[in-house]
């Protein structure tokens, strides 16, 4: 496999677990992410076909290693019914949201190109998926939910919320995590903490390798 590509090489975000840069709760925190069942609990192996598939297309990670295991972790959320606390109310609750979006796209891919969702090709995919963020979609599978509004407030806030709260997606980024308890010192424009990571600079790659493997 191929390394994640980041602007921040040699860094892993998880040199800091044992270091002042966190503390014992994001620890925990941490290490709930890190071991989360890939197994589903809450999706159905239709469904899960589907929404891993739908994950590669959100946030496409072929190349990427480690990977951030997208279907899991909302399958985890899910399965925790563990929601923002708000939503908009147009759209059903969350875990209802969810499994009427994932059939209505298979009903939407099985009209047009005669298979589930899952099972079609990647350019089918992401124009069925560019159909369902402009509206275009409103098949009888859809039960009157609206596809641009599912896709805007549960696909795209919930799959990249989850990748972004991940600590692989941190390392690529060049994020330490919570600032707690150690904090930032060095608060003006273009400085950075020594435990923050280096960016890399074209042509200074293998400088920033060296001293974000020393980033703690």
Not at 5 to 21: A, E, H, I, N
Not at 39 to 46: L, T
Not at 156 to 178: K, M
Not at 190 to 201: C, G, I, L, M
Request: glycine share 6%; charged share 25%; net charge neutral.
């Amino acid at each position: 496999m191929n390394a994640r590509q980041t602007r921040y090489p040699g860094y892993d975000v998880l040199d800091k677990r044992s270091t002042p840069s966190w503390d014992e709760p994001t620890r925990a925190v941490i290490d709930e992410r890190l071991a989360t069942p890939q197994e589903p609990r809450f999706f159905n192996p239709v469904e899960w076909l589907a929404v891993n598939a739908l994950c590669a297309c959100i946030v496409p990670q072929a190349n990427a290693e480690p990977v951030v295991p997208l279907a899991a972790l909302l399958d985890a959320r899910l399965h925790a019914n563990s929601g923002d606390g708000y939503r908009d109310a147009r759209l059903p609750p969350q875990r209802d949201a969810w499994r009427t979006g994932l059939a209505a796209l298979d009903a939407e891919s099985r009209e047009r190109h005669g298979l589930p969702f899952a099972s079609i090709e990647r350019n089918a995919q992401v124009a069925l998926l560019e159909r369902m963020q402009r509206g275009e979609l409103s098949g009888a599978a859809w039960r009157g939910m609206p596809a641009k509004l599912f896709f805007a407030e549960r696909v795209l806030h919930d799959i990249c919320g989850l990748y972004y709260a991940h600590p692989h997606a941190w390392s690529e980024i060049g994020f330490g995590g919570p600032a707690n308890p150690r904090g930032y010192v060095r608060m003006y424009f273009d400085r950075r903490d020594p435990w923050e990571a280096v960016e890399a600079r074209p042509g200074s790659e293998a400088r920033a390798a060296r001293e974000n493997r020393r980033v703690r």
